[in-house]
């Protein structure tokens, strides 16, 4: 599911000023056990809780870091993948759940959406954390994560959107 073509792409306006927020509210809030953050201030959480359930489209672009093999400290995206998504209340879950490819730890607070994703492929295992904003049938956020197993490395932060059907 992810191109470990080394390509980078640059973010637009919009995500960097989403990344600003989020840095924002990252040194404002208190972290909890999942790695989120209590207080969102980029966060709408006055409104209702947004309906985010339905076929995901996700697709996203980060970097790797302080890898074991430099070979693998480059730029990675991930296109196309498709999630069927389920959502009760503010919790959200994968109807999928196989084993090799999980999403997990699925809330929605306002507009602001959380989730993190399990991906095993072989040897390698992939855990990202996901933290976006809802708005028309789209969630735009951005992501972190880890490599572990024949690779270990840090999946630094990257950008992403997932679009609803």
Known sequence: MINHSGQRHFCNLKRWSLFFLILVSLSCGEEEEGGYVEENSFCDDTTETAAVAGLWTLSGQGSRSLCASS??????????????????????????GNGAFELYNGSVEGDCVFFSIYEQDGGLIINMNFIGVYSRGKISGLFTGRYSGIENCFIDLGAFDVFIR
């Open 71 to 96: 070979e693998f400290n480059t730029g990675f995206e991930f296109a196309s993948v498709e999630i069927p998504v389920d959502q009760t209340a503010s919790q959200i879950e994968a109807v999928l």
